[in-house]
């Protein structure tokens, strides 16, 4: 792994003050590459640089025009506040998309969702396909992760972990029966992915799941480390009820959690010689 970071020495990072973004940084810490972090606005981060303010603007543009590669993790999955799946999934990325253009970058890797898909009517999944074609029409290499839902570990879940983690008193709460079909993705395991995939595997768009399928209740249980917790589940005709009236609910964002979540990560497991984690050695 080292020795594909050395291979590009200049790596920009977009989105790097999120869950994975921050996991990134730390990780790339650890080698010898100048690693400039992209953000909305100032924040510390363990990178060499950091170049705060608008994709499309120009410190940001001049930074990833000199970048051997760029890890793009800009994307909102549950906007908030002025964000929107507009802005922050097709605006952000046409902006690293134009600023690539002509750059000497060789690589770009994206980080998408699985279902991904333009033909969908999930505003979340449609605009993550209108990302990822903004991206493959350029000039580079364009490797693309499409996840399920990524979960950390006990020090940092992150989000969609920590939502189903069961307040002191409190029931652990569920939107939907709890039967969905999931296959989380251990975040160490897509940072890797991220790194193995700046100068290795062949350009293309790559499924990455976690090792082991189980219920959404299942999930809790590990999340919890609890086989007994108590779980409040949300049925689905009510839980889209409020996706459609409550602005801290969005539709796109409960149509997903809904679903099963669930992908087949064998190409990328050959294409970039992972070995997956399982959830239940993390927790």
């Known amino acids: 792994m080292d020795m594909a970071i050395e291979q590009a020495k200049t790596i920009v990072v977009t989105g790097a003050n999120g869950l994975v973004g921050r996991a990134l940084l730390k990780k790339l810490q650890q080698t010898q590459a100048y690693v400039i972090a992209l953000t909305r606005s100032a924040v510390e981060l363990p990178a060499n ?20 590669c760029v890890i793009h993790l800009v994307g909102t999955f549950f906007p908030i506040g002025k964000s929107s799946y507009w802005n922050d999934n097709v605006v952000a990325t046409s902006a690293v998309a134009n600023a690539l253009k002509d750059s000497k970058a060789k690589r770009v890797v994206f980080l998408s969702h699985v279902g991904a898909s333009e033909d969908s009517k999930n505003q979340y999944l449609h605009t993550k396909a209108q990302a990822e074609r903004l991206l493959t029409a350029m000039p580079k290499e364009v490797v693309i992760f499409r ?118 990560p064998s190409r990328a497991k050959s294409t970039f010689g992972m070995t997956l984690t399982s959830l239940r050695s993390i927790w």
Not at 58 to 65: E, N
Not at 184 to 201: E, F, H, R, S
């Open 147 to 264: 996840c399920t839902h990524i979960v950390g570990n006990p020090e940092s879940p992150g989000p969609y972990a920590l939502s189903l983690i069961a307040k002191p008193g409190k029931k652990a709460g569920v939107l939907g029966s709890g039967r969905q079909r999931v296959a989380p993705v251990y975040l160490g395991d897509v940072v890797t992915a991220l790194i193995l995939a700046m100068t290795k595997g062949a350009p293309g768009v790559y499924d990455l799941a976690g090792p082991e399928q189980m219920s959404v209740d299942e999930l809790v249980r590990i999340v919890n480390r609890n086989p007994q917790v108590p779980i409040s589940h949300l049925p689905n005709p009510i839980a889209r009820a409020l996706g459609a009236v409550l602005p801290m609910l969005p539709g796109p964002f409960v149509d997903v959690i809904l679903k099963d979540s669930i992908a087949d």
């Open 49 to 68: 640089r950091l170049v705060t303010g608008p994709l499309d603007a120009p410190p940001a543009v001049a930074a990833m025009g000199g970048a051997d």
